[in-house]
């Protein structure tokens, strides 16, 4: 297994990510049998280069963050990528992570420095005239979190005034100005600067999709809460995070492929296990996987 350089995590969720990311690894299902794909495909030539090159995110509680003391990427995301690896090439270590960011997953799949990309990714109209998307494998609604004294933002409504963190190229950084146009957008390129600036009380909530939230919550216990904020998108309609596999444009037999694969793993029981073994510590519950979008 290969890594890029990755980045210290935010230290107050540190200690606590090796006991929330601990049993992740038993999620991935073992003696699956290795279908040969042409070698003209993209399949293809994962199997002959012996490895997936995912781009990931490293700063996602419950989807994808390094686990501080045994350096390895942990969560749902790291799952899927081990999962999709496993498929193809027989073993789940034969995976290079390369890490991304909400700004820049557009450009690496463009000049094909991933494979492909799973890094709570959702399309929406500006994506999608630059890359490709299966599934989704996971929905989740919109939400804000705020510090746990905060009495002034309770609604939607609220948001106006006040100083609100998203990620750069996140669909928050649309909807917030959407439903709240007087709120103060302050964009920062990862989740970690968000909780940072929330935790200094720089700004006053954090808006992106709940699930992360819950994830970023379950590191720092009794800190943080989330407040109803139903925000709607561009059709009027409530705003969900449809996450998503990123691929490059036009690579069909690509698209095929993830699609088959996450409908095989929805099937088999391998997602819930997944979900169980990552965000279910939180979220608990007999949750169903969402219906194949893209």
């Excluded at 005034?161 to 439903?179: A, D, F, M, Q, R």
């Amino acid at each position: 297994m290969k890594f890029t350089k990755l980045p210290q995590i935010f230290p107050s969720l540190a200690l606590a990510a090796v006991l929330a990311l601990g049993s992740y690894g038993s999620a991935v299902a073992a003696d699956a049998a290795v279908k040969a794909y042409p070698p003209d495909t993209t399949m293809g030539k994962i199997q002959k280069r012996g490895k997936l090159i995912v781009g990931v995110k490293v700063d996602f509680p419950l989807f994808g963050l390094r686990n501080p003391v045994t350096g390895k990427l942990e969560g749902m995301d790291i799952l899927l990528a081990q999962g999709i690896a496993k498929d193809l090439t027989g073993s789940a270590d034969n995976i290079q992570y390369v890490e991304v960011n909400s700004g820049n997953r557009e450009v690496f799949l463009q000049q094909h420095k991933v494979d492909i990309v799973i890094a709570t990714y959702p399309p929406n109209a500006k994506r999608v005239k630059a890359v490709d998307f299966a599934g989704p494998y996971l929905m989740s609604p919109i939400g804000t979190m705020v510090n746990k004294d905060n009495t002034s933002i309770k609604q939607v409504s609220d948001l106006n005034g006040k100083n609100i963190c998203v990620t750069k190229g996140s669909g928050s950084e649309t909807y917030v100005p959407l439903n709240a146009p007087k709120a103060k957008l302050t964009v920062f390129s990862s989740m970690t600067q968000c909780m940072e600036a929330l935790a200094q009380r720089r700004v006053d909530g954090v808006t992106t999709t709940q699930s992360i939230l819950l994830g970023q919550m379950s590191q720092n216990p009794g800190k943080f809460k989330l407040v109803p904020t139903e925000l709607v998108n561009t059709t009027g309609k409530k705003a969900s995070d449809n996450d998503s596999i990123g691929l490059p444009k036009g690579d069909k037999a690509l698209h095929d492929y993830l699609d088959s694969y996450l409908k095989k793993i929805f099937a088999n029981g391998d997602w819930k296990k997944m979900y169980d073994s990552t965000l279910g510590t939180v979220m608990p519950g007999d949750v169903a996987p969402p219906p194949i979008l893209y």
